[in-house]
């Protein structure tokens, strides 16, 4: 071969090769155009995951896909073996190989939180399940992969379905449970607005705890002397210190008022981060858009799940999973979202009661919903139905006039009912006696609490003949619903009636105004001394029968 036909193979190879790089390079900046554009995940570039995870994606290259398969496999036969414990570690392992590919993590979530939890019969046992199900998709799929809809909704959907409805037999431990954990972490009253004050508005996991603190309390100033001389070497000492006893640890009161005043509440924060991954900034704008939610609640962390979803959501995915979560959340929250009558011993009795704050974005959800999702009908038709509920519960709690707002609304919407002519009192007692015969613990809870209510309303107004009526009523309510579901072991049981009366009558003296207040304790007293009186005098009247022999 000549000299020159060898340079000009090698010029025209190089010249090929330029081609092709450069065609490569076009090529790559389209793929990556449509990426940012249409809100594609890519096997690439790893954000917000730890090192070692990182360092994996890129040693392992395409070989990671192979591995984490094979795990998937394994995983599969430690189910059909029923070694579920193993099973945690390797979903987590499989999330860390495929960090965006998210339809892993959210599979193996909604197992353990719904199939793996029910083979166990132990309702502890359940709620570990389920909430190892909620951190895989919280703390892991959900960093790695915040565009993904799909996350959210299952997000959405455990706490709505699994921990807040009533299809499980355990729904009432789960209620507690939920309850108590965020009573514990949270306290009865979060202040959010004081911890958004002191916690920066991170965009979803761009919080790091320990960088901010280290800022307000700098390695040598006076007040990291103290800190570190109390025994709290680090941001992670003094936040395990403040989490296991619930507020500020021993040794800070060299601290200023407002330095400590600042700690204790970022400590909370931080503290409820790590728990639930609440960002007190979208708690607050989650409670500004939708009313006054208690967030000791399933409802409250369905809305703020679905509410994330929609944030983060890219404009090319459909909005109505979400939507229609957010919907069902709020007439939940109506119906049931103040907690009254817990049970932290055994678990085994929940009642919640109405929010009325809720009920107008409750309506104005439903109409959203339609419209926003190229008028899907079945948003005004849930509407409807949450329409008689309202009716129902506004008058049971004694809110006539709210009751017939919401039924000249009901028959504004649902233009062909049939039991239109009705009277507002006709209506009432027909739904009541519907709801009655179908109802779940949870229905029947809240029609209890509000006929017990109307019936000391009336007493303390001194109209006895009503009072004495509501109180037949709430009796007969309670009668019937425990002899219909005598034959379910599990997930129907109601406190007793004398506690639940007890439970409403603190409320009410917490509640209302003084002067009904005061009248309240003063029959309380009244009767109570009647009580007693007819107690000595039966039991005098005993001492005076003369002896059988």
Same mark, same amino acid.
């Given at each position: ?61 395409? *070989?990671? $896909?192979?591995?984490?398969? @094979?795990? /998937?496999?394994?995983?599969?036969? !430690?189910?059909?073996?029923? %070694?579920? =414990? #193993? ?13 965006? *590919?998210? $339809?892993?993590?959210?599979? @193996?979530? /909604?197992?353990?939180?719904?199939? !793996?939890?029910?083979?166990? %019969?132990? =309702? #502890? ?425």
């Amino acid at each position: 071969m000549t000299k020159f036909k060898t340079i000009s193979i090698y010029t025209a190879l190089i010249l090929a090769s330029l081609v092709m790089l450069f065609g490569i390079s076009r090529l790559e900046r389209s793929i990556e155009g449509d990426i940012k554009t249409h809100h594609l995940r890519f096997t690439g570039e790893i954000k917000n995951a730890p090192g070692w995870v990182s360092f994996t994606t890129v040693a392992l290259g395409s *070989f990671r $896909g192979l591995l984490a398969d @094979l795990l /998937w496999l394994h995983q599969i036969s !430690l189910k059909d073996q029923g %070694s579920y =414990f #193993e099973m945690v570690q390797l979903a987590n392992w499989i999330t860390d190989l495929q960090p965006q *590919f998210a $339809g892993s993590a959210v599979y @193996l979530g /909604w197992e353990m939180a719904y199939n !793996l939890s029910v083979t166990c %019969s132990n =309702f #502890e046992d359940r709620w570990r399940w389920i909430q190892e199900g909620l951190k895989l998709l919280r703390d892991k799929a959900m960093i790695y992969n915040p565009e993904d809809t799909n996350i959210y909704f299952d997000m959405t959907r455990i706490y709505t379905e699994k921990l807040g409805n009533v299809y499980d037999d355990a729904h009432l431990f789960y209620k507690n449970k939920l309850f108590m954990e965020t009573t514990r972490v949270m306290g009865k009253n979060p202040d959010w607005e004081a911890m958004a004050a002191v916690v920066p508005n991170f965009r979803l996991s761009d919080w790091d705890p320990a960088r901010i603190f280290n800022e307000k309390f700098p390695p040598k100033s006076d007040a990291r002397a103290i800190i570190e001389a109390a025994g709290y070497p680090d941001f992670d000492a003094l936040l395990q210190a403040y989490s296991k006893f619930d507020h500020m640890p021993d040794g800070l009161g060299k601290l200023s008022s407002e330095e400590r005043d600042w700690l204790n509440t970022y400590l909370r924060a931080a503290w409820i981060w790590n728990a639930f991954r609440l960002n007190p900034h979208r708690v607050l704008a989650v409670n500004r858009e939708f009313g006054d939610l208690d967030w000791h609640t399933c409802e409250a962390f369905g809305i703020y799940w679905s509410y994330l979803g929609l944030e983060f959501r890219p404009p090319n995915q459909r909005r109505r999973q979400l939507d229609n979560f957010i919907a069902i959340s709020l007439q939940s929250s109506f119906r049931s979202g103040r907690p009254l009558v817990t049970d932290p011993e055994k678990m085994v009795y929940y009642i919640g009661v109405p929010n009325f704050s809720v009920v107008d974005r409750t309506l104005r959800a439903a109409q959203e919903g339609y419209e926003l999702n190229r008028n899907d009908t079945s948003f005004l038709l849930s509407r409807n139905y949450f329409l008689r509920d309202a009716v129902v519960l506004f008058y049971t709690y004694g809110q006539t006039a709210k009751a017939e707002e919401m039924y000249r609304l009901l028959k504004k919407y649902d233009v062909g009912m049939t039991d239109s002519k009705l009277t507002l009192e006709q209506f009432y007692n027909q739904e009541l006696a519907e709801t009655i015969r179908f109802a779940t613990v949870k229905d029947i809870g809240e029609l209890l609490v509000g006929t017990i209510y109307r019936s000391i309303h009336f007493w303390v107004l001194g109209d006895n003949r009503h009072a004495a009526e509501l109180d037949a009523s709430a009796e007969w309510m309670y009668n019937r619903f425990v002899e219909m579901n005598k034959a379910r072991e599990r997930g129907v049981e109601l406190p007793p009636l004398e506690v639940i009366y007890r439970v409403v009558v603190d409320n009410f003296m917490k509640n209302a105004p003084k002067p009904l207040a005061e009248r309240l304790r003063k029959l309380l007293e009244q009767s109570a001394e009647q009580a007693r009186l007819t107690r000595e005098a039966a039991a005098a009247a005993e001492n005076k029968l003369p002896e059988i022999k």
